[in-house]
């Protein structure tokens, strides 16, 4: 799931700010960079976070 959500930050045209303990974590960084996620599977995904009250909302993003 880690990986999904740092796709989901690229896809949002963000730069992740991840903190790199473990040699694991790099290798998920390399897994996320390789998603491709399509506009409905960002939709799919925020609407999950709505349901379950997460803000996935910049602090520069207007509310609609």
Known sequence: ??????????????????????????????RASSIALTSDDIAQLEALAGATNVNTRGWWEKEM
């Open 1 to 30: 799931a880690p990986d999904v959500a740092t796709a989901w930050a690229i896809a949002k045209s963000t730069t992740p700010i991840v903190g790199v303990t473990k040699p694991y974590h790099v290798d998920g960084l390399v």
